[in-house]
């Protein structure tokens, strides 16, 4: 039996740790709780690890956050061997913060892509060392030029946030949405848009995804590759550290 979690890292990117309640136990040992800042893999990015902490101060590693049959479901897999945790157990709950921050900042590197590259989204996913978006395009274009437009709106340090809007709004609103083939994170009722800049200035895009507070949170990065992938489709890879002297930070 599965049951709706409060998913708490929808209104606090930044919220690392939270006490829960574990509601169920699946067959395959993934472990179901009334709430969680855990994000589960949605979107291109990869769901959160860390460790469930039990009262007697025993760990349960989390090695990924996936949702269930629907997206009002999240259930943590744990490392095999581990013991499990009974109904109702209370338990805190531990992200790896490092690895979660990292993709919080890639996610907004790839935003910022779609910003400077306005072109239809084919594809993408988000990576703790390389990000990869895909363009419907079929234009040459230079990646330090890409990489030099990126670093002025990081280093511009426009605020990011989310507004919500209802699942009718974005119904009536279909050029909002920049990915071609993904369809955005609908059927709860309401939607995020990820806004970025005053007023939305820069950006605004349906996106379930957990991001930076401002762009300059993003830090150096840099186009490493575009690839042609098809006729009318590249790939952009972005890394973080400057372009001529990659590294991460």
């Known amino acids: ?3 709706t979690v409060t998913a708490l890292f929808r209104e606090d ?6 006490e829960a309640s574990v509601t169920a136990i699946l067959e395959d040992g993934g472990i179901e709780l009334d709430q969680t800042c855990f994000y589960a893999t949605s979107g291109g990015q990869p769901g959160d690890t860390g460790f469930l902490e039990r ?3 025993s760990r349960i590693p989390i090695m990924n956050t996936r949702h269930g049959a629907t997206k009002d479901v999240i259930v943590h897999v744990p490392a095999d061997g581990n013991a499990r945790p009974a109904v109702g157990e209370k338990l805190v709950l531990h992200i790896d913060w490092p690895r979660r921050y990292r993709l919080m900042r890639m996610h907004t590197a790839c935003h910022l892509l779609s910003v400077v590259c306005p ?3 084919t594809g993408a996913a988000v990576g ?4 990869r978006v895909d363009f419907d395009m079929s234009e040459t274009i230079d990646k330090d030029e890409v990489t030099a437009a990126l670093m002025k709106l990081v280093e511009a340090n426009h605020p990011v946030y989310v507004q919500w809007i209802t699942d009718e709004d974005l119904a009536a609103n279909p050029g909002i949405v920049k990915s071609k083939n993904v369809r955005p994170p609908i059927g709860m009722g309401r939607v995020s848009l990820v806004c970025i800049g005053e007023s939305s200035s820069i950006d605004s895009q349906p996106c379930g995804g957990t991001h930076v ?3 300059q949170e993003v830090g150096a990065i840099h186009i490493a590759k575009i690839e042609k992938k098809g006729k009318e489709n590249r790939r952009f890879r972005i890394r973080f550290g400057a372009a001529e002297n990659p590294a991460a930070l």
């Not at 990117?13 to 939270?18: A, E, G, H, R």
Request: charged share 25%; glycine share 4%.
């Open 1 to 3: 039996m599965t049951s």
């Open 13 to 18: 990117f930044y919220l690392s740790t939270c």
């Open 55 to 57: 009262e007697d101060g």
């Open 119 to 121: 072109y239809p989204i």
């Open 128 to 131: 703790e060392e390389e990000s």
């Open 213 to 215: 507070s401002e762009t």
